[in-house]
């Protein structure tokens, strides 16, 4: 069974310790050395709310495939425990032995309870986490301003937010207010390697309307080749089960990765959409990922989503003026007719009810509108 083994003394001031360390701030290049290594790798989280050393951890392990120790040092309180074992830490140090059984025992009631799912436990406080999500929901149907509603996401999540953006209407609208609101989100995109230029493009524009960053967010390459080697460049054409597959490589996985370790991801998804996302609420608890979901314009209609961007000029991708309203990747959207459903567009060689990708299948993580 995996464990979290409690280290104490102070790792970073023992010079005679082989560890690497790296900073949260650590690039692609420094964690690849560091998996070379052999060594301990020790990432430092240098503050309360700090997140990014979990998204280190999952990249080491998934990424770059380090099999040895991953150590956290920092700043550092028991509630972590789950979370730090979730992003594949094995260690954890604490520099006041007297913590040490405090510790333990957030283990011991994790144990407990989700003995089966250790290695990826849910958090310690899950009613409390669904409440919050409630709360969190009513106050958001409260506020009627767009950036506001961002800005009383970011005051009501400690720790790390993700907005992953498909750069699609909805998603421009909510980046406008992100950078209205100055709040402190990770922006990112899933970049499948099958994107139309024009997505690309829109990356460019926004980020420099915005003054802002969009990471691109890569699947792994050898699922890729794996995934093309078994069913052909064009094999999710073949088969629901193969289009699929293909979606759980080049998207799912990679938004799973983003979001290990973080405690709130913001979508665009709105309950005209699909009957699938009628009843989706503004805020509710993520079960499965143990986040926070946030949909700041769930309730808004196609309507008003066009006015607010009218209103506020916001960048939008040219692909819209072509007639493709929901867009993903090149090879499976096309643009749809007057009178089609929106999505019409997506996968249209499949039956209407298998159309979702896996990014926003569980309908418990949805939420029914509190
Ligand atoms: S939308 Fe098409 S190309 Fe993109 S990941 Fe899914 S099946 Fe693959």
Redesign the pocket.
Known sequence: MAMLDLVSGALLADRSDPAVVLEPTADSAALSAASGDGRVVAIRFPAFGDGRGHSLAVLLRGRHGFKGEIRAVGYLIPDLAPFLLRSGFDTAEITDANDVETWKGALTRIRHLYQPGLRNPQPLRRDASRRAAEELNARLAGIESLSERIAEVRRSVEGRIVFSTSLGLDDQAILNAVAESGADIDISTLD????FQEVLETVELSEIRYGLRIRLVTPEASEVEALVARDGVFG?RHSVD??????????VRPLNRELAGAQGWITGIRREHSEARADVALAAWDEERGLLKVNPIADWSTRALTAYIAENNVPVNPLHARGFISI??????RAVQPGEHPRAG??WWEHEEKKE?GLHMNPRREGKAA
């Open positions: 499948t390697g099958r994107l999710f193969n289009r699929k597959g293909c979606c759980e490589v080049r998207k993903g990747c090149q090879p499976c959207t997506r996968w990708c």
